[in-house]
Structures are given as C-alpha cells and as structure tokens.
C-alpha cells in the first residue's frame, strides 16, 4: 500500500496575504451592493415642490366669555365637629366671601 505524501502548508506571509486580501473585500462589499441598486427615474429624483399634506385631526374650539356673577352673600355651612362625644353636635363655620377678581370684558367670542 502506498502513503499520500503529506500535503505542503501555507507560509506565513502567504496566510497573512490572503487575511488582507478577504478582509479588504469584507470592508467594500456594502459600497459596491449600495454602487449597484437601481437608481431611480430622473423625473421622480429631481422631486416636486408641493409635498402631500394628510390632515390626521381637525380640532376646533369656541370659547364664550360671560360676565362674572355678582358676589354672592356669605353662607354658613354646618360640618360636625371633631372634637365633641355627643352624637348630633354641629358647629356653624362661616365660610369667607370669595376675594373678587377682574372684572373680565362683557362677551367675546374667541378661538384658536
């Protein structure tokens, strides 16, 4: 029976050449894949000037300015107390008039 002869290794430098050589083909690959897509048509890559418009929602407010009320009197209110043991005690608490405010224009109608 005959033995195959062992089979020559690569040297060094040749392993390091061919390192380069596949590694510089990895790195430009992506460029010429983008190099070779279709380019589009002339008339849609110089583009149009009016741009479509999709309105989503409309929203559309009215807003009524009234007079303000005239001040009203001072109200009691009656709040059971906290600090009593007898069942149906209330105490009277008078509550302060509200502080008038600026007298806002009589009626206007605005929006935005």
Do not use: C, N
Not at 11 to 32: N, Y
Request: aromatic share 4%.
């Amino acid at each position: 029976m005959t033995e195959r002869a062992p089979r020559r290794r690569a040297s060094k430098r040749a392993l390091r050449t061919w390192a380069w050589i596949t590694g510089g083909l990895a790195f430009l690959a992506p460029v010429a894949a983008l190099g070779a897509s279709p380019k589009p048509p002339a008339d849609v890559a110089q583009g149009t000037t009016e741009r479509p418009v999709v309105v989503i929602r409309k929203i559309t407010k009215r807003i009524v300015v009234h007079e303000q009320p005239a001040d009203a009197p001072v109200r009691y209110v009656y709040a059971p107390s906290s600090g009593s043991s007898a069942p149906g005690s209330t105490t009277a608490v008078a509550a302060p008039a509200p502080a008038p405010a600026p007298a806002p224009p009589a009626t206007t109608t605005g929006g935005s």
